[in-house]
């Protein structure tokens, strides 16, 4: 019996984890007699926090949930933190309709600065917070006032890797990007000269259709290239991919040349690098998705060819990647369904599986989250202003384990966007 908890004290992880899995154990005591250990399931811990904005036209905020570690997210127990900017709608017919801004980026966390940036469409401006405690991420300052953001509508915003520099994407009348260094005793500070607009893109202020706008900014994860998609208005005019090359200094230089998908594609939307190919997976409003060969695209008289997916009547426009299934997880708001696809070194893409996120909802902007070694996919739902969580525990098997709901706060369903996470620790 000695041994048994001399054993204990020193590997008590090791215990824990046994008991997690088996119910009631029954140990043998070298005395004869069993003692019976209870299933000690550990109380999960606050891990994180999750962020969205209320992008509110006549005052925009941060709102932060708080993660704990199986993966619930608290809403109740949190204030939220305005931007002092406004958010914006692109126009249409119902001015309530959501996905407002209809980009994918709105709200940017550098985990390494311990910054959240965000974007203010309605103010043409950009809000820093500190993150000064990363233990408690759901507490968050704004340092300094909002800067400007050089263009009208900005709409997504990205850092570098090491959390000193942020692009900032316009969709308005002036669009294109702009960089700024980040401080975080003075915020962003914008590095003069460094805007670059974009071609053939002309938009009004708010933008009156995401027909032709500007939607996401990707930095790849070499940081030799900044990558801009423009949603298309027809197959005549369509969109394309557009973007720069990043010099020394971590400001664009070099143009790269407009690459357009194949048809029927013809409006890029959310985009990503595929890792470890020389590729872009790219949703497509219009009919799914399409990838971008960049090595055929580096040749000034190629495109690149476009790989149609296999995803006929759906609406995608949102996707991220999990490292612990290999695969994107795309959104698809019009059937309410997270897809899952696996893209091959030939660069084909599969659908892997497909599951529905809920009978009534509105999915938008996503997000992927490890908590302690397990991923989370988290989906924004504006109809129910709450935020979906779905489990990847392995490749084609994403579970919605619960929907956890803001509405006690001041956001209004048609407004609401981006989604950005910040883990405490990785363990
Ligand atoms: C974190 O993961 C470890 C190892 O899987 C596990 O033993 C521990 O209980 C987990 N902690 C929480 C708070 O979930
Ligand atoms: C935000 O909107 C309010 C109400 O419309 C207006 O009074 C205020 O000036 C705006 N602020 C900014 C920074 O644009
Ligand atoms: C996480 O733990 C809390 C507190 O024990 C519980 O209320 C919640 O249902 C759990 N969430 C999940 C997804 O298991
Ligand atoms: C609220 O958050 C604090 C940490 O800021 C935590 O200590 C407390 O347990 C939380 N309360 C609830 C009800 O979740
Ligand atoms: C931000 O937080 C850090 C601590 O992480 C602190 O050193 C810094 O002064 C804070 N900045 C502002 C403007 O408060
Ligand atoms: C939140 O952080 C600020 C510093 O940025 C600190 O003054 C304040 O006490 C913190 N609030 C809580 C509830 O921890
Ligand atoms: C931005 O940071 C770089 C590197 O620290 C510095 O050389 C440059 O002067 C800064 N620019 C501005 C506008 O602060
Ligand atoms: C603008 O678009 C047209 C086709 O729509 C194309 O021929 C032209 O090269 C584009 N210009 C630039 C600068 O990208
Ligand atoms: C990408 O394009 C290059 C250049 O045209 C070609 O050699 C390569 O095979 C293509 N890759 C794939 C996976 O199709
Ligand atoms: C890639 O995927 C396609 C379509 O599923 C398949 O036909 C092809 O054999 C795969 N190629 C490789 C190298 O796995
Ligand atoms: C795989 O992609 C190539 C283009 O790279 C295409 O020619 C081929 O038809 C695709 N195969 C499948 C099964 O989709
Ligand atoms: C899929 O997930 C469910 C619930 O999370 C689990 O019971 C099942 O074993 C998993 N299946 C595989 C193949 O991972």
Redesign the pocket.
């Known amino acids: 019996m000695s041994t048994l908890f001399s054993h204990l004290r020193r590997k008590p992880i090791g215990l824990l984890s046994l008991l997690l899995q088996i119910p009631l154990l029954t140990l043998a005591a070298p005395s004869g007699h069993s003692i019976a250990v209870r299933l000690a399931v550990e109380e999960p811990r606050l891990i994180g926090a999750l962020y969205f904005t209320t992008n509110d036209p006549s005052g925009n905020a941060i709102v932060a949930g708080q993660l704990q570690s199986n993966g619930s997210v608290i809403f109740s127990n949190i204030t939220i933190y305005p931007t002092q900017g406004n958010g914006s709608h692109v126009k249409s017919t119902d001015p309530h309709s959501p996905d407002a801004l209809r980009s994918q980026g709105a709200i940017a966390v550098s985990k390494s600065a311990q910054v959240l940036a965000t974007v203010n469409a309605g103010s043409n401006t950009v809000s820093l917070f500190n993150i000064s405690d990363p233990s408690a991420p759901w507490n968050i300052s704004l340092i300094n006032q909002p800067v400007g953001s050089f263009g009208g509508f900005p709409l997504s915003i990205t850092f570098n890797k090491m959390g000193n520099l942020a692009y900032v994407l316009n969709g308005g009348a002036t669009n294109g990007v702009t960089c700024y260094n980040v401080s975080k005793e003075s915020g962003l500070i914008p590095i003069a000269g460094s805007d670059r607009k974009i071609s053939n893109v002309s938009q009004t202020d708010p933008p009156t259709t995401a027909k032709g706008m500007p939607n996401q900014l990707v930095l790849t994860e070499d940081e030799t290239k900044l990558f801009v998609s423009v949603s298309g208005v027809s197959e005549d005019d369509p969109g394309f991919i557009t973007g720069w090359l990043i010099d020394a200094d971590g400001l664009l230089s070099d143009v790269i040349p407009p690459m357009y998908p194949a048809a029927p594609g013809y409006s890029p939307s959310s985009f990503a690098e595929v890792p470890k190919t020389n590729a872009l997976i790219v949703t497509d409003h219009t009919f799914g998705l399409e990838v971008f060969?960049l090595t055929a695209a580096s040749d000034p008289n190629s495109c690149g060819?476009a790989?149609p997916g296999a995803m006929a009547n759906t609406n995608v426009s949102r996707l991220s990647f999990s490292e612990r299934t290999g695969n994107f997880h795309l959104i698809d708001s019009k059937n309410r369904d997270v897809i899952e696809i696996t893209v091959n070194y030939?660069?084909?893409t599969t659908v892997m599986n497909s599951s529905r996120l809920c009978k009534s909802c509105t999915p938008l902007d996503s997000n992927i989250a490890d908590l302690n070694g397990t991923e989370y996919l988290y989906v924004l739902d504006a109809k129910n202003t709450a935020v979906i969580a779905v489990q990847l525990l392995n490749p084609g098997n994403a579970t919605v384990i619960g929907s956890y709901n803001a509405s006690g706060l001041p956001t209004n369903s048609g407004n609401i966007q981006g989604l950005a996470s910040f883990i405490s620790r990785s363990s």
Do not use: A, H, M, R
Request: aromatic letters at 0%; a neutral charge.
């Open positions: 060969n060819p790989i030939t660069l084909n």
